[in-house]
C-alpha cells in the first residue's frame, strides 16, 4: 500500500464515518478541504507504524470537535480497511498506521518492478548534475568513496544489482507475494521500506530535498544489506527470507535508479 493508496483509504474512511454518523454532518466543501490538507508521511518513531496521518486534524476543525475526539471514530473505521493491521493513536491525534504481511509484500512487488537500465557512469557529468540540484561543493563530490554523497548513493545502486547478480548465480529469485506474505518486520526492513514508499511523493518536491531523499535510502539499504542477509551464507540453503529480501533489493535498486535519473544522474552497476 503506497502513500497515495493509503491516502485514498483514508478518504474512504472519512466518508464512511460520516455517513454513518459518527461524527457530526459536515458539508461537502468542508470535508473536501480537509482530506486536501491531510498528509500520509513517515512515522516519526520507526518501528511504530509504517505511515503517520495528520487527518484529524482538518477533520476536526471541519466537524467542530477536537483531534482527540476525532481520531478513536477514524482509527475504529481504519482498522476496518484490507491491508491494515494497527493502528495507534499518538500526540494530540496523530495516527500510526502499521500494514499487515500482505500489503508490505504488494508494496515491496509494485516498488520493485519497471527498474531502469543501469548505465555505465560518468562522473564528469554526475559531479555537475549533483551539484547543480544540491548546491554540494564540486570538490567534495570528485571524491570516490563513501565521504561524497554522490558515490554513496551511486554504491548504495550498485550494491544491491550486485546482490540481483549473486541471487541469479544462486538461483534465487526475488519473490515478494506468491508464498506465505513475507511480513518485513525487522526494524532495517521497516525503515528502508518506508522511505522507498514516500519517493513518489519526495519526486515532487525540491531537486535537493530528492537528492537528500536517495542519501537516507542509500543508508537505509546499507544499514538493511549489513543486519538482513539477502543471500544464503555458508551452507546455509536459500528459502522465502532470501528471495524477499532480495525483493525488497531490487527495489531499492530500483527507486534509486529512478531517483538518480531524475537529477540527470548515472545509475551504474558497478563501481
Known amino acids: 500500500m503506497t502513500p497515495d493508496q493509503l491516502s485514498r483509504t483514508v478518504l474512504h474512511a472519512v466518508r464512511r464515518v460520516l ?33 503517520a496521518l495528520n487527518i484529524a486534524f482538518p477533520l476536526a476543525k471541519a466537524v467542530g470537535r477536537t483531534p482527540r475526539e476525532v481520531a478513536p471514530v477514524l482509527r475504529g473505521e481504519l482498522l476496518r480497511q484490507p491491508g491494515i493491521a494497527r493502528v495507534e493513536i499518538t500526540g494530540p491525534g496523530f495516527l500510526d498506521v502499521t500494514l499487515d504481511a500482505g500489503a508490505r509484500s504488494a508494496l515491496v512487488g509494485e516498488l520493485a518492478a519497471g527498474a531502469p537500465e543501469p548505465e555505465a557512469d560518468d562522473p564528469a557529468s554526475d559531479i555537475a548534475s549533483w551539484s547543480a540540484a544540491t548546491g554540494d561543493d564540486p570538490r567534495s563530490l570528485a571524491v570516490r568513496d563513501t565521504s561524497s554523497p554522490l558515490f554513496r548513493v551511486q554504491y548504495a545502486h550498485a550494491r544491491a544489482r550486485a546482490l540481483l547478480r549473486g541471487g541469479d548465480e544462486l538461483g534465487v529469485t526475488p519473490r515478494s507475494e506468491g508464498e506465505a506474505a513475507y511480513p518485513y518486520d525487522h526494524v532495517r526492513e521497516r525503515a528502508l521500506l518506508g522511505l522507498l514508499a514516500d519517493h513518489r511523493r ?68 558497478h563501481l
Do not use: I, M, N, W
Open 19 to 51: 455517513a454513518d454518523g459518527a461524527l457530526p454532518a459536515a458539508g461537502a466543501e468542508a470535508v473536501t478541504a480537509a482530506t486536501e490538507r491531510a498528509t500520509v508521511g513517515t512515522a516519526p518513531r520507526r518501528g511504530h507504524g509504517d505511515y
Open 202 to 269: 519526495q519526486l515532487a518536491g525540491s531537486s535537493r530535498a530528492h537528492a537528500r531523499h536517495l542519501e537516507a535510502v542509500g543508508e537505509a539499504f546499507f544499514d538493511f544489506h549489513d543486519a538482513c542477509p539477502s543471500l544464503p551464507r555458508g551452507d546455509e540453503k536459500p528459502g522465502a527470507v532470501h528471495r524477499a529480501r532480495l525483493a525488497l533489493a531490487a527495489a531499492a535498486g530500483t527507486v534509486l535508479a529512478g531517483g538518480l535519473s531524475q537529477l540527470g544522474v548515472t545509475a551504474p552497476a
